[in-house]
T-cell receptor, first 113, second 115 residues
Framework: GDSVTQMEGPVTLSEEACLTI???????????LFWYVQYPGEGLQLLLK?????DKGSNKGFEATYRKETTSFHLEKGSVQVSDSAVYFC????????????FGGGTRLMVKP | DVKVTQSSRYLVKRTGEKVFLECVQD?????MFWYRQDPGLGLRLIYF???????EKGDIPEGYSVSREKKERFSLILESASTNQTSMYLC??????????????FGPGTRLTVL
């Protein structure tokens, strides 16, 4: 079945540091890929998405490129802020019936001033 | 502004109690979902519903049931709560549009502790 693997956290960075959170997936066909963010005490929010190979999703300074050849969708940001501290989830939506989302385990990011 | 609300943010119950978690969405979405979130395991789908009175099992339905009597409301029921059901429960909804990347909107979650 479909699966998503993302790097374990927590990831601790200083403000203005570069961020990369790795995400790789296993799926049949060409799934859609997503990054969700969960701020403390809140539900998940969609951060960005990509629906086909080589698409780049971007939002709030975050980017991720759909790499079919490496089955990856790594999340990147050039300069993180304290307000980016949250848990980040990589997810895919496969082509099977129901189009269910499959989530990775989540990566906690802590940004220190 | 789209909204998914859950009846409680925190809940403490005893082993063997019947527990109801309620979720309401105001977006007229056809699809609704219940997940549980556990550290290191991400979100795992318990049940989903694609229409009123319709339900489908997700990846981990054991020990849970659901009810969808009205389009806007999706309830998760723990018939006899157990300590291994201590978790964060997240509700989500999504429209049934043709786009394969329709966004799921999440509620704030209910943190359930079973003693």
């Amino acid at each position: 079945g479909d699966s998503v693997t993302q790097m374990e956290g927590p990831v601790t960075l200083s403000e203005e540091a570069c961020l990369t959170i790795n995400c790789t997936y296993t799926a049949t066909g060409y799934p859609s890929l997503f990054w969700y963010v969960q701020y403390p005490g809140e539900g998940l929010q969609l951060l960005l998405k990509a629906t086909k190979a080589d698409d780049k999703g971007s939002n709030k300074g975050f980017e991720a490129t759909y790499r079919k050849e490496t089955t990856s969708f790594h999340l990147e940001k050039g300069s993180v802020q304290v307000s980016d501290s949250a848990v980040y989830f990589c997810a895919l939506k496969g082509k099977q019936a129901g189009n269910m989302l499959t989530f990775g385990g989540g990566t906690r990011l802590m940004v220190k001033p | 502004d789209v909204k998914v609300t859950q009846s409680s943010r925190y809940l403490v119950k005893r082993t063997g109690e019947k527990v109801f978690l309620e979720c309401v969405q105001d977006m007229d979405h056809e699809n609704m979902f219940w997940y549980r979130q556990d550290p290191g395991l991400g979100l795992r789908l318990i049940y989903f519903s694609y229409d009123v009175k319709m339900k489908e099992k997700g990846d981990i339905p054991e020990g849970y049931s659901v009810s969808r009597e009205k389009k806007e409301r999706f309830s998760l029921i723990l018939e006899s709560a157990s300590t291994n059901q201590t978790s964060m429960y997240l509700c989500a909804s999504r429209s049934s549009g043709r786009a394969s990347y329709n966004e799921q909107f999440f509620g704030p979650g209910t943190r359930l502790t079973v003693l």
